[in-house]
């Protein structure tokens, strides 16, 4: 592989024997990816506090919601730790 060009601080590589797309691949450096998801993040930001907030007013993390059958209670209490 050789370097063909550089792209926004991103290498492009080029194989010797072309396959279908070989021409528009480029490699992602850590750094961008990590400045994508902060921006994304910070873009996104209400919708992720609204689905947090609904998430905490649905109560989906309630925990175990049916009772314990007693068979099932005497299994899972081999497997408390003292």
Do not use: C
């Not at 450096?29 to 990590?34: G, R």
């Not at 905490?56 to 497997?79: C, M, Q, V, Y």
Request: proline share 2%; charged share 35%; no cysteine.
């Amino acid at each position: 592989m050789h370097i063909l060009s550089i792209k926004k601080g991103v290498y492009a590589l080029k194989k010797w024997k072309k396959n279908k797309g070989d021409a528009n691949m480029i490699t992602a450096n850590l750094k961008d990816i990590e400045q994508q998801v902060i921006s994304n993040s910070l873009k996104f930001q209400k919708q992720i506090e609204a689905f947090e907030k609904r998430i905490d007013n649905s109560g989906w993390n309630k925990g175990r919601l049916r009772p314990k059958h007693p068979t099932e209670a005497r299994i899972l209490s081999r497997f408390k730790q003292k």
